[in-house]
């Protein structure tokens, strides 16, 4: 019970970091929320819209996107993590997209519930448990916790969720499902992202600025980089 109690408190802490506006944009189409769970994956809100807007402004459509190269598409995910690797998956997902059904409209899909939507969708390759859950989320307004893997970490480190469980995206997504009411899931989501992104890096972690570092029980004991040593200078030429 006190161990619930605790997590309850936590709950709170990382509500309380959400920003006061959610800034995701509202009542996209199904895909086009796809294609933002993306975007969003391991990412802040304002940085992850700018990479959606440029996509759609760059391109004239989600084909063009499909036919071009992943260093023309990765120009929009600068100041994300890893650009080149989240363009060739959105390239992968539209070029599977496109060869199972012609087109990039999913309206038909989503008149058909989160469930059926989030089964079929499963079978892209490109698409995970992050954008499932995103879309269940975002899309449907469905009970469930979107987890990337800034998140994930994070979430073991406060002490959310048993550091085992915490090595599985899955297995954290059902275990903040089951601790997080379903009128905060949205606002938790913000918080816990944006902390996780903003601070709780895999290696040098920005414990001193970090909000929650009064409670964190691995407040400044999270792996360090080792610092790169200097290329010694060639000797000067003797005139
Ligand atoms: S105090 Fe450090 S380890 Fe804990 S959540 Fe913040 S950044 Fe992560």
Not at 39 to 52: K, L, Q, T, Y
Request: charge should be neutral; proline fraction near 6%.
């Amino acid at each position: 019970m006190a161990a619930t109690m605790s997590r309850q408190k936590l709950v709170s802490q990382v509500v309380e970091q959400a920003p006061q506006e959610d800034s995701a944009p509202k009542d996209l189409p199904l895909f086009e929320q796809l294609v933002y769970s993306l975007c969003r994956e391991d990412a802040e809100a304002a940085a992850a819209n700018i990479a959606f807007e440029q996509l759609k402004e760059r391109f004239f459509d989600f084909n063009e996107i499909r036919v071009s190269t992943a260093r023309e598409v990765s120009l929009c995910f600068e100041g994300l993590s890893d650009p080149r690797a989240r363009a060739l998956r959105l390239i992968s997902l539209l070029q599977d997209i496109f060869e199972a059904t012609y087109g990039f409209d999913f309206e038909a899909l989503a008149k058909k519930g989160a469930k059926t939507a989030q089964k079929q969708l499963a079978r892209y390759k490109s698409v995970n448990d992050f954008s499932l859950a995103w879309i269940g989320l975002r899309g449907f307004a469905e009970h469930t916790i979107p987890v990337d893997s800034a998140m994930r970490r994070c979430a073991g480190r406060i002490g959310l969720v048993e550091p085992e469980c915490a090595k599985d995206t899955e297995e954290t997504r059902v275990a903040l499902e089951t601790l997080i009411p379903q009128a905060k899931a949205v606002a938790f989501v913000e918080g816990l992202q944006l902390i996780g992104v903003r601070f709780c890096h895999e290696q040098n972690s920005d414990c001193t600025n970090c909000p929650l570092k009064k409670t964190c029980p691995e407040s400044g004991k999270t792996p360090t980089a080792p610092v790169k040593a200097a290329k010694p200078k060639a000797p000067k030429k003797p005139r």
